[in-house]
């Protein structure tokens, strides 16, 4: 019974651990961007020794992938009014990347590390597909029309967050869903070409 109860402790000290790494790991991604945090700077906001990160990670890559989640919540957002899903989309992705500064670091890690990209290219295969096949025309055109509103969200993204276009960064975001919401409602809705 004792090694149970050992063995329930370590988990929950294990777990805790973790926790605070991934705590640490959020913030320090978010000040300084996935390039200038360091595995020691995040051990040294956890309080734990550097070798623990790795240990629980692997590498800065590991931690990051762990750290950031990627949830845009697609699947419970309205397709209704359907003629208005375009102006949804663009204003619903634009609210995550104002809120949420670790997807800008995540963009920026997901154009050169392939496990960061897979993370991304994940959200497209199990959300944006799945809406694009639900309300689009053509069902087997699914992946085509979700490939083209990522290219028009995450070029926004790109634009707007990372490489900071003075242009990009100075839209009204409700100019941004008038401007790009009907190109993403024709991708999602209109006829094949």
């Known amino acids: 019974m004792t090694g149970t109860t050992e063995d329930q402790q370590t988990a929950r000290r294990s777990d805790a651990t973790r926790a605070t790494i991934l705590a640490a790991a959020r913030e320090r991604f978010a000040a300084d961007g996935y390039e200038r945090a360091t595995i020691r700077a995040i051990a040294r906001d956890a309080k734990i020794d550097p070798s623990m990160v790795m240990r629980y990670y692997g590498n800065k890559a590991g931690l990051f992938t762990s750290a950031v989640a990627i949830d845009p919540g697609l699947p419970g957002l309205p397709v209704e009014p359907r003629e208005a899903l375009g102006r949804t989309l663009v204003r619903h ?21 392939p496990a960061v990209a897979d993370r991304i290219q994940s959200v497209l295969r199990d959300q944006l597909i799945p809406l694009a096949r639900r309300v689009g025309p053509e069902p087997e055109q699914a992946p085509t029309r979700a490939a ?46």
């Open 93 to 113: 992705f634009l609210t995550l990347w104002e809120e949420n500064a670790e997807l800008t670091a995540l963009i920026r890690v997901g154009a050169t590390d």
């Open 148 to 193: 083209l509103c990522a290219s028009t969200v995450l070029g926004l993204a790109l634009t707007r967050y990372v490489l900071l276009f003075p242009a990009s960064v100075a839209i009204d975001p409700e100019e941004i869903v008038d401007w790009l919401g009907p190109t993403v409602q024709r991708y999602l809705t209109a006829p094949k070409p």
